[in-house]
């Protein structure tokens, strides 16, 4: 009875840990390899060992590492979904489905990653298309929580998660006033003039600038009790939250979309001196030069979405990466955030292919959704290209993984090869062998 609890005690252990769990040394070859950060190696060579990378190139010495023939085939280092709700939605009409809010307007201390479903239907299905790993939002309100990365494979949400937290979600107060007449709202008695709208819309702004300036003076009062050994000091967990936003050392991604708002949000960052990154952006290309400036990067959303003013040009958004790349703003690619965005994270590799077709480089594109990701969310030294001494998290297709004609055919996260079975293969498998009949 001991021996078998022992024995059932290890394999749970060995089971808590999928991404070393199965991890080869093993040299990759024949495929043309894209590095990201450097040169392309057609055909190209890459030694894994204990999970990372140990070397690149056109050939590399891999002594008895086993050997991975992708003859024909190219490699990728993975996918980043940044700003995402993959994980956090299943069905978005089922609410029982739904985690991405907390009750409130004002929750730093909120941590996205720990609401993580494992055993999303979703989660396989974007990790077939390429994407190893994903940046789920906590959404719902002003200040919404922190976000975490995770890696699209694991038994739990501890073991799926990478790093955390990366960032401080806000979500700007709308600037956009309602100008239908009274008499042709539906429900008169929700009907505001302009006058208080923009009352409520400066009392909006008012309170989020409190916040910070509430957080400021706890860092502030924490410091001076610190600096006085046998203070009492109480923390609070909402400031301490805060904490990292306020030195610097992690970001606030800003989610704003018209240019109103995302001017208003570069003013209030340069006034109390916190470092953004900009998230939506529906605008951003408007304001692209001061963005450039400011050195704030755009996890850009709206590629596929329909033009906001009857003045736009139809390819407004198809163009905006490439008006941003131009100016000097890095950009990264996303989905958006929603239920509905969440079933299509699979497609975050034809968000930057559109770009691509409207001007962007490929090199920035592709960097879209690998390198600049990773950079943004504080993981460029593990994640986001091919270089010795990164994870080995890569992605194999039969073509360039922007195009939507190529296929994943193998990938590994860590080390360890991943399974790409997900619920579209077993309905085409199970409708491919349906009875067929009689003619």
């Given at each position: 009875m001991e021996t078998n609890g022992l024995r059932l005690m290890a394999l749970l252990v060995c089971g808590a840990f999928p991404l070393t769990a199965g991890a080869e040394t093993l040299l990759l070859r024949g495929a043309t390899v894209h590095t990201v950060s450097g040169p392309v190696y057609s055909p190209g060579q890459v030694l894994i060992e204990e999970g990372r990378i140990i070397a690149v190139g056109e050939t590399v010495e891999a002594g008895d590492a086993g050997v991975v023939d992708l003859e024909g085939l190219h490699l990728f280092p993975g996918m980043i979904a940044a700003g995402t709700s993959l994980g956090l939605v299943e069905i978005n009409a089922v609410r029982a489905t739904r985690d991405t809010s907390e009750v409130?307007?004002?929750?730093?201390?909120?941590?996205?990653?720990?609401?993580?479903n494992p055993d999303s239907e979703l989660i396989p299905v974007a990790r077939a298309n390429g994407i190893t790993h994903a940046q789920p939002v906590p959404q719902g309100g002003?200040?919404?929580?922190?976000s975490g990365v995770i890696a699209l494979d694991g038994w739990t949400f501890e073991d799926m998660t990478i790093l955390n937290p990366v960032a401080l979600h806000v979500f700007w107060p709308g600037m956009a006033l309602n100008t239908t007449p009274k008499e042709e709202y539906r429900d008169r008695s929700r009907w505001k003039s302009l006058e208080d709208q923009a009352k409520e819309r400066r009392k909006r702004l008012e309170e989020l600038k409190d916040f910070?300036?509430?957080?400021r003076a706890y860092e502030k009062a924490k410091r001076a009790a610190e600096a006085r050994p046998?203070?009492?000091f109480k923390e609070v967990p909402a400031w301490e939250a805060v904490l990292p936003y306020g030195s610097g050392d992690l970001p606030l991604m800003v989610h704003a979309d018209d240019r109103r708002e995302i001017e208003a949000a570069l003013d209030w960052?340069?006034?109390?001196?916190y470092r953004?990154?900009?998230a939506g952006g529906r605008d951003a290309w408007r304001v692209a030069d001061r963005l450039a400036k400011a050195e704030v990067p755009v996890v850009f959303e709206h590629v596929f979405t329909q033009p906001a003013r009857a003045t736009d040009p139809y390819d407004a958004h198809f163009k905006a990466p490439r008006i941003l790349q131009q100016a000097g703003v890095k950009v990264a690619f996303s989905n958006g955030l929603g239920g509905m965005a969440a079933s299509k994270t699979r497609n975050l590799p034809y968000e930057a292919a559109q770009a691509m077709a409207f001007g962007l480089p490929r090199e920035e594109a592709?960097?879209?959704?690998?390198?600049?990701?990773?950079?943004i969310l504080g993981l460029a030294a593990r994640l986001g290209s091919i270089e010795p001494g990164k994870e080995a998290s890569l992605v194999v297709a039969d073509g360039d993984i922007l195009d939507l004609r190529s296929r994943v055919t193998r990938m590994w996260i860590a080390g360890r090869e991943v399974n790409l079975e997900n619920r579209h293969t077993r309905l085409y498998e199970k409708y491919k062998a349906r009875p067929q009949p009689e003619l």
């Open positions: 409130g307007e004002y929750t730093p201390d909120v941590r996205s990653w720990v609401a993580v002003i200040v919404t929580g922190q910070f300036a509430e957080a046998g203070t009492e960052a340069e006034e109390v001196e953004i990154v900009l592709l960097k879209g959704v690998t390198l600049y990701p990773a950079e």
